[in-house]
Nanobody
């Protein structure tokens, strides 16, 4: 079983920065994908970024602004977000795909507003 705990959300002005962190309990291997998804009000949950075996993948909407990183010893995955826009407002969820079994965190709210 894997449990995920996110932190780091909050309210930020447009153009600001935030860093989200997620800590996973349980056995996670570097080949297991970890990532971040988000869900805005009235919209479907969407991929933000993933990382596995050192390879990263980003949604087009966040490329160049968000950076995902991972510590395989601490079982953490972070999302550094810069140049935030109002359309980045959403609940952000940490995710682990461990050999086809997907685990989700409880989510952390990110609000970008002036």
């Amino acid at each position: 079983q894997v449990q995920l705990v996110e932190s780091g959300g909050g309210l930020v002005h447009p153009g600001g920065s935030l860093r989200l962190s997620c800590t996973a309990s349980g056995n996670i291997f570097s080949s297991n994908a970890m990532g971040w998804y988000r869900q805005a009000p009235g919209k479907r949950r969407e991929l933000v970024a993933t990382i596995a075996s050192g390879s990263t993948n980003y949604a087009d909407s966040v490329k160049g602004r968000f950076t995902i990183s991972r510590d395989n010893v601490k079982n953490t995955v972070d999302l550094q977000m810069i140049s935030l826009k109002p359309e980045d407002t959403a609940v952000y969820y940490c995710n682990v795909n461990r050999w086809g079994v997907v685990y989700w965190g409880q989510g952390t709210q990110v609000t970008v507003s002036s």
